[in-house]
């Protein structure tokens, strides 16, 4: 089989040549599409112990075809973190924490150091994955503490782990064949009660219409990336043809190249959802008679957020499983609901807390930096919105759609650049081309966000 595996690759890597991709992407590809079968092979293995074995040794080997000794990183962080949760048993949460992120963050120095401004495909892309995982399988189990019974949320009582699995449990965990790549994230009960075909996995129905479904969106975001992103480079911003432009042609080209190069995002988000749809792993039974059955147990994304104008739902729907690792293992541990909704200040610095993080998890690039903190400024801003959006009723109708669609899209967009250029001095030369339009506008309404429900107040708005 692992002959038939490397023979393929060659004929594909010729098939390369010819398309133009860069070898490490289309080498991703393909071994996303090589998994499809491999996913799919486990609703004909039904003993849990064979299920778990080759879950393992298929996602080692994967591991190896695409990275080859870099896995070694991998495994090193997945290692490191459950001696950490050996070391500091039912208090391991915080710490596994720090050192996946720190075993991470080397990687990303390495990049830096040896790689940079490229955008190759290394270790460090499954290890930010690791880090979801590893970081939730200690929490859960820091919530599996006998003296916090019946003093969690919902979503803490049903992923707890009582008992610590064993280190064959936690790898078969991590390497799980159908997302040892790229993800998507997902808990360990989720991954446990799927090797034991137990709960909504006790039978699967036939995966194949959401699988269709998803090879042609699949094909729609190579179709884009192949044809339309090459038209809308995005360091084109940097060039004195764009700097001579209207501003209007300007916040059009941000938007419209933001948007393109984020379909050669779905394009992966959308064959690691494939993936856990052939696997199962994916599937919710049906609550109720009127129900269907959904594959959306575990979500890699969500294209809706590019029509969204509404901020939380972008965040939401965009890497929607690390969104919610965000969530519920950085966001809400950092601080609980209860405490933010007594005091607004936590509130700020759980939410620019967890943009810190976020940018950490992703690299050490200053472009991530700049984009992550002007985020965290717009998200914040927002949510100030939010609390008084009754009094802006008048621009609600339908027919205001298109142009509030422009405007969130554009500020939310604008911060995407400087995290796609990388680069500190090409990312402030960007701004200069576009007069520093989205940190002025942002941080000018943010300052006076404190003051609008008094001003509304006072011109009885």
């Known amino acids: 089989t692992w002959g038939i595996l490397i023979y393929y690759r060659k004929i594909m890597f010729g098939l390369n040549k010819l398309v133009g991709v860069p070898e490490e992407q289309f080498n991703l590809f393909f071994i996303m599409v090589v998994s ?13 112990q064979i299920r778990m074995l080759y879950s393992l040794v298929v996602g080692l080997a994967l591991q190896y075809l695409m990275f080859q000794s870099g896995m070694f990183a991998g495994l090193f962080l997945i290692l490191g973190s459950y001696v950490v949760i050996l070391m500091y048993k039912r208090e391991c949460g915080w710490y596994v924490f720090g050192f996946s ?18 955008w190759t495909l290394g270790i460090e892309t499954s290890m930010m994955i690791m880090v979801c995982k590893a970081t939730m399988f200690g929490w859960c189990y820091s919530d599996g503490d006998p003296t916090k019974k019946g003093q969690m949320e919902k979503d803490r009582e049903e992923n707890k782990l009582e008992e610590l699995p064993s280190l064959y449990h936690y790898l078969s965990y991590q390497y799980f064949l159908s997302t040892t790549i790229i993800g998507p994230a997902h808990s360990y009960k989720d991954f446990i009660d799927f090797m034991n075909m137990r709960g909504d996995f006790a039978k ?4 194949w219409k959401r699988f269709g479904e998803l090879v042609l969106q699949t094909l729609f975001f190579i179709g884009v990336t192949l044809f339309v992103l090459p038209r809308l480079p995005y360091r084109h911003v940097l060039d004195k043809d764009f700097a001579e432009r209207s501003l209007f042609f300007k916040m059009a080209y941000i938007n419209a190249t933001s948007i393109a190069i984020r379909c050669r995002y779905y394009l992966g988000f959308k ?7 052939l696997a199962g792993i994916s599937y919710v039974k049906p609550k109720g008679e009127e129900e269907k059955d959904s594959w959306e147990r575990i979500i890699s994304s969500k294209a809706r957020y590019e029509l969204s104008i509404n901020v939380r739902e972008k965040v939401d729907y965009w890497n929607r499983s690390v969104q919610l690792w965000l969530k519920h293992y950085v966001y809400l541990r950092f601080a609980t609901e209860e405490e933010m909704k007594k005091s607004a200040k ?9 943009f810190i993080m976020s940018a950490l998890w992703h690299g050490l690039y200053p472009g991530y930096y700049l ?10 801003t927002c949510r100030k919105f939010f609390k008084i959006r009754h009094k802006f009723n008048a621009i609600s109708h339908p027919i205001f759609y298109p142009m509030k669609w422009f405007v969130v899209n554009l500020f939310y967009n604008y911060g995407a650049i400087p995290f796609f250029l990388l680069d500190l001095r090409e990312s402030l030369k960007y701004m200069q081309h576009t007069v520093f339009l989205g940190p002025l506008v942002i941080l000018f309404i943010y300052f006076l966000s404190h003051q609008i429900p008094l001003f509304l107040s006072l011109i009885h708005i």
């Not at 064959?271 to 749809?277: D, F, G, K, P, R």
């Not at 984009?371 to 998200?379: L, P, R, T």
Request: hydrophobic share 50%.
């Open 36 to 48: 499809f079968p491999l996913s799919y092979a486990f609703k004909y293995i039904r003993d849990v």
């Open 101 to 118: 992120l720190v075993t991470l963050l080397m990687c990303h120095l390495n990049v830096v150091l040896t790689r940079y401004g490229s």
């Open 204 to 207: 699967i129905p036939s995966p």
């Open 271 to 277: 064959l690691a959802q494939a993936n856990i749809t």
């Open 346 to 354: 936590r509130a700020t610095q759980a939410n620019h807390f967890t």
């Open 371 to 380: 984009a992550f903190i002007y985020w965290g400024f717009f998200n914040e």
